[in-house]
């Protein structure tokens, strides 16, 4: 009898189970958002709360701004774009101002914090099982996409990109071996005449490219200041806009294209059928990877021709993430060249000429010494 009445409940269960995954399909088939309480930065048209249960109005599936938190959600992603903040800033301000998590919770984890400003809902956009779904009526954008995406890319390039592991120096994985072609890790080394305490930028395995921290990091703070005044470099920012938007666009019809290609799948042999999708999936890839790229440039766009404001904030306010970011999209990665004389002060000179950018104007390359 026990064993009947489990096969019954399992039976009832997996049946309610697969019900409430088909109306979750054909709702977001339709481009509504699944069933339940919005998001931060999110509420229901119709005035329901999240214990409020469905009403009959037809504006109870639409999701609209909350004015409060949209705000709250468009100053976070300007000042984290523009590299003059970071989430635990903003998690100690949202708490302080006493808005609460959609769970309840009066303190904003980090975690928290970074999945609602990941989240493509605030850009409007529906999401299914994990893959964006292509913009929705029913949900109000907070923010335009071309931001939204400029914030991803930004927030990921924080925790993914060259020196996030636990790492706090300024020029951390922005400086390659000239000599073996490895990422420059920061040290303390004995100085001359027995000195201690002499902090360095060198590869663990060579030693060659070894060069002074606080020589390379001045004359890289003084390059970023120099290229913001410069009139091109405020000309290639506004080309990176317009970048990020044919992208945009380049992305939207993959997207649609690849829905196609699914719809005619059971018409096409199966070699044929993967090869177009492989191509499509890796097309997708690269534009996601350049968007991110395009994005985590335009951080230097707030500052274009501001060199003066940023030298007042420069040493109090920023952190040190933020100014490795500004660096990072600034001036970029580049090569040390070994040495020619090794175990004296070098002066700003001569750290400029053991410098050769990765990725800087047509005809520049990193050279191996020999």
Same mark, same amino acid.
């Given at each position: 009898?026990?064993?009947?009445?489990?096969?019954?409940?399992? $039976?009832?269960?997996?049946?309610?189970?697969?019900?409430?995954?088909?109306?979750?399909?054909?709702?977001?088939?339709?481009?509504?958002?699944?069933?339940?309480?919005?998001?931060?930065?999110?509420?229901?048209?119709?005035?329901?709360?999240?214990?409020?249960?469905?009403?009959?109005?037809?504006?109870?599936?639409?999701?609209?701004?909350?004015?409060?938190?949209?705000?709250?959600?468009?100053?976070?992603?300007?000042?984290?774009?523009?590299?003059?903040?970071?989430?635990?800033?903003?998690?100690?301000?949202?708490?302080? !101002?006493?808005?609460?998590?959609?769970?309840?919770?009066?303190?904003?984890?980090?975690?928290?914090?970074? !999945?609602?400003?990941?989240?493509?809902?605030?850009?409007?956009?529906?999401?299914?099982?994990?893959?964006?779904?292509?913009?929705?009526?029913?949900?109000?954008?907070?923010?335009?996409?071309?931001?939204?995406?400029?914030?991803?890319?930004?927030?990921?390039?924080?925790?993914?990109?060259?020196?996030?592991?636990?790492?706090?120096?300024?020029?951390?994985?922005?400086?390659?071996?000239?000599?073996?072609?490895?990422?420059?890790?920061?040290?303390? !080394?004995?100085?001359?005449?027995?000195?201690?305490?002499?902090?360095?930028?060198?590869?663990?395995?060579?030693?060659?490219?070894?060069?002074?921290?606080?020589?390379?990091?001045?004359? $890289?703070?003084?390059?970023?200041?120099?290229?913001?005044?410069?009139?091109?470099?405020?000309?290639?920012?506004?080309?990176?806009?317009?970048?990020?938007?044919?992208?945009?666009?380049?992305?939207?019809?993959?997207?649609?294209?690849?829905?196609?290609?699914?719809?005619?799948?059971?018409?096409?042999?199966?070699?044929?059928?993967?090869?177009?999708?492989?191509?499509?999936?890796?097309?997708?890839?690269?534009?996601?990877?350049?968007?991110?790229?395009?994005?985590?440039?335009?951080?230097?766009?707030?500052?274009?021709?501001?060199?003066?404001?940023?030298?007042?904030?420069?040493?109090? !306010?920023?952190?040190?993430?933020?100014?490795?970011?500004?660096?990072?999209?600034?001036?970029?990665?580049?090569?040390?060249?070994?040495?020619?004389?090794?175990?004296?002060?070098?002066?700003?000179?001569?750290?400029?000429?053991?410098?050769?950018?990765?990725?800087?104007?047509?005809?520049?390359?990193?050279?191996?010494?020999?």
């Amino acid at each position: 009898m026990s064993t009947i009445v489990a096969g019954a409940d399992q $039976y009832y269960s997996d049946d309610v189970r697969e019900k409430v995954v088909r109306a979750h399909d054909d709702r977001r088939a339709s481009g509504l958002p699944a069933t339940g309480w919005p998001g931060f930065g999110h509420v229901r048209a119709c005035g329901c709360g999240p214990k409020g249960g469905r009403c009959a109005s037809p504006k109870h599936d639409r999701w609209i701004a909350d004015k409060k938190e949209a705000a709250l959600i468009r100053d976070a992603a300007k000042r984290l774009v523009a590299g003059t903040t970071n989430l635990s800033t903003l998690a100690g301000e949202w708490q302080a !101002k006493g808005f609460k998590t959609r769970l309840g919770g009066d303190v904003w984890r980090l975690t928290s914090l970074r !999945k609602t400003l990941l989240a493509p809902r605030i850009a409007g956009i529906l999401v299914h099982n994990g893959k964006e779904m292509g913009r929705s009526d029913a949900i109000e954008p907070i923010l335009d996409e071309a931001v939204f995406r400029r914030l991803v890319g930004a927030l990921n390039q924080r925790n993914h990109g060259p020196g996030s592991h636990g790492t706090k120096q300024l020029l951390t994985g922005l400086l390659v071996c000239g000599v073996c072609g490895r990422t420059l890790n920061s040290n303390m !080394k004995c100085g001359s005449h027995g000195l201690n305490n002499l902090r360095v930028y060198g590869c663990r395995w060579d030693g060659q490219c070894n060069i002074k921290a606080e020589a390379i990091e001045r004359v $890289y703070i003084e390059k970023m200041f120099e290229r913001l005044n410069d009139p091109r470099f405020t000309a290639a920012l506004e080309r990176v806009d317009d970048e990020s938007e044919r992208l945009l666009t380049e992305l939207h019809d993959q997207d649609a294209e690849l829905e196609t290609l699914k719809a005619a799948a059971d018409r096409l042999p199966a070699d044929v059928y993967i090869a177009k999708y492989e191509a499509i999936a890796t097309r997708i890839d690269e534009l996601q990877r350049r968007i991110g790229v395009t994005g985590t440039t335009s951080v230097a766009a707030e500052w274009a021709g501001k060199s003066k404001q940023l030298r007042r904030v420069w040493e109090q !306010k920023l952190s040190t993430d933020e100014k490795r970011a500004l660096l990072a999209a600034i001036v970029g990665q580049a090569t040390v060249l070994p040495a020619d004389k090794r175990g004296r002060y070098a002066t700003d000179d001569e750290v400029k000429a053991r410098l050769v950018p990765l990725a800087g104007e047509a005809g520049t390359s990193a050279r191996r010494p020999r």
